[in-house]
């Protein structure tokens, strides 16, 4: 299967100087699917302050990394699962809280709280209560297993979303300044290690499918949703920090996400600047007769790569066998810059890195201010941001939400969900931070560039309200199909307004996340950019 | 004097008890691993919340198996204290040490959520710090902790006076309001609420900390 178009076709043949084989071609669709390489965004993400003397770990990296003083620092980001989650509630809304905590604990933190932002289509809407139901039912049942609190959020509901809902996930660990691992393969005959979960067929294509708009048969792309399972991230999640703690086995880990091994061995060898050999019938799999093509793009979740120092991998098995966890060493570090994949004795791809990860395509798609008029007739602004009197089950929906999520576990829950901002403190040093979610698309489809400055301001402004100056941010946008360019002079006027509103606010973006596609039968949703905003507590004030 | 934490494979509340322990009670605490059948001269013993084995089959049903639940059981037997949090309390009852099952949820939800519990007991080495028919608040966070036991069973559990928490607003169907109940000899407590989550005030309340107080006091004596 390729969704490459007929240029980036010719592309790849050009950097190869052949035709690429079935399994090479999948690789450059799910590499070049806007999901994995930003090729619509890139340009515009690259205005955003991203420094700041407390920043740690700017974007590019599985987290952003901020300093909070005594040799701790904070890991944090959002993300979203918008697609899956419309496919299937439960499993969608799950693997995306799944996602989230790995992209966390795989930089060395341990996360200690989580926040979600969810955009719903109208109350009235046939399919809004099944999703609802579905999407809290999904992120409860993965995080309250895990035990991450889930300590605030917001739920909005807008008939925009009728056909394409919004669920992005946000976590923040803490982990020491010494003790940061990045995904990264480095040393030439280093062990590349599988470790975690069996390898199957569920999510093959998932990042694919996250990369294209929706249509009537969206029901029909169900197999492309993965399936979770919190014992086993809970398991992997002690294993992986246990492991942390063994002094230098670890040279590079990297969670595997979108398109598993496929993206993990290409982005680790890239920022390495080595390659890597990988034994694909050495990967444990959990289906019989699999092929190469479906072990490299299998979204299977609760999986993670990670380069170890050769010598020490008997010392790291202890620990994930002691959790009962699948450790397999399934390649090697190579210099030269290509990832070349053996099956038994068959070699099926070999695969320069350079023009998979930084050669993939960059677009300056074509942007226009939509015709406000026509615009505005098939959007009419809704009058109140969330809806707040909805009720469920005799209690305000909100109230309804953050009931089913533990909300109090971990111990460290100062100020819990229903107020300006959430307040965690962090027992290593007796800090408190402020977190807070939040988004206005009833703006940014008015004017995205004030509506997105708006939105870091007002964040700001909940942070304040508990007592807390804000250290930096996380954003995910939401937008429409950026083939469309109304769309596309949406994103870059919200980014262009987030840019600025950082910038005079003095708050950098450490991580972020673009989800572009939420079109449904023609039909974008508004321009929804979410921020996650981190503070540190001054003064605590009662929110 | 020593606390020993179970820690089972999907256990997320051993931490808390830990931290608990060391830096608020100031006692000796430490973690067994559920593979281990030492407890390694624990005087009490926690089986902490979190989703046992996952918890894919009947809660605590996987964990009541576990190497380490065989020394627990003989410790309880032998009159050790042995105090069952949420999924602990789940895990007491599916080992038989405790009466009774935890079902789903009256509304089949997770609930979290502060709620008031009335102590029926004072008189117990958990709840002496405790004054008997007076309101305290504990959070609870479960998806099973419906109490549920036939009428006989009740009707025992009352004649015997082993009913130490009761919820003053039913959240979870639980048979006569049931939060937590002790086992006849008065050495083994379980229940659904969380005391671990309430013992600073910064988190908001210290109704927690006195129960576990009361087992420092206990051990004490």
Known sequence: MSTLTQQEHQKVVQSLGREPNEVELGIFSVMWSEHCCYKSSKMYLKNFPTKSPRVLQGPGENAGIIDIGDGLAIAFKIESHNHPSFIEPYQGAATGVGGILRDIF???????????????????????????????????????????????????FDPCYNGNILVNAFTIGILRHDRIFRGIAKGVGNPVILVGSKTGRDGIHGATMASDVFAAESELKRPTVQVGDPFTEKKLMEACLEAFELNDAIVGIQDMGAAGFTCSTFEMSARGGVGMELWIDKIPLRETKMTPYEIMLSESQERMLLVAKKGREEELRKIFEKWELEFAVVGKVIAEKKVVGRFHAEKVFDLPVDPLTDGAPVYER?????????????????????????????????????????????????????????????????????????????????????????TVMESKEKLAKVGAAPLGLTNCLNFGNPENPEVMWQFKEACRGLADACRQGDIPVVSGNVSFYNETDGENIKPTPVIAMVGIVEKLCAA | MKFGIVQFPGSNCDADCLHVVQNILRQEGFIIWHASTDLNGADCVILPGGFSYGDYLRTGAMAAHSPVMKSVVDFAERGGRVLGICNGFQILCEVGLLPGVLMRNKNLQFLCEKTELIADRSDTPFTSGYQKGKKITMPIAHMEGNYTIDDAGLASLKKRNQIVFRYAKNPNGSVGDIAGIINEKGNVLGLMPHPERVCETALGGTDGLKLFESVVRSCQH
């Open chain 1, 106 to 156: 795989t930089m060395g933190a341990r996360p200690i709280a989580s926040l979600n932002s969810l955009h719903f289509g109208s109350p009235d809407h046939p399919r809004t209560h099944y999703l609802l139901r579905g999407v809290v039912a999904g992120i409860g049942g993965y995080g309250n297993a895990v035990g991450v609190p889930m300590v605030g959020g917001e739920v909005r």
């Open chain 1, 366 to 454: 074509p942007v226009h201010p939509p015709q406000k008029t026509a615009y505005s007739a098939r959007h009419p602004v809704i009058e109140g941001k969330s809806a707040p009197h909805q009720q469920l089950e005799g209690l305000p929906i909100q109230e309804w939400v953050w009931r089913q999520y533990d909300y109090s576990v971990g111990t460290n829950t100062v100020i819990g969900p229903g107020k300006s901002a959430a307040v965690i403190r962090v027992k290593e040093n007796g800090k408190l931070l402020a977190l807070a979610v939040h988004s206005r698309a009833d703006l940014c489809h008015v004017d995205p560039y004030q509506g997105a400055f708006q």
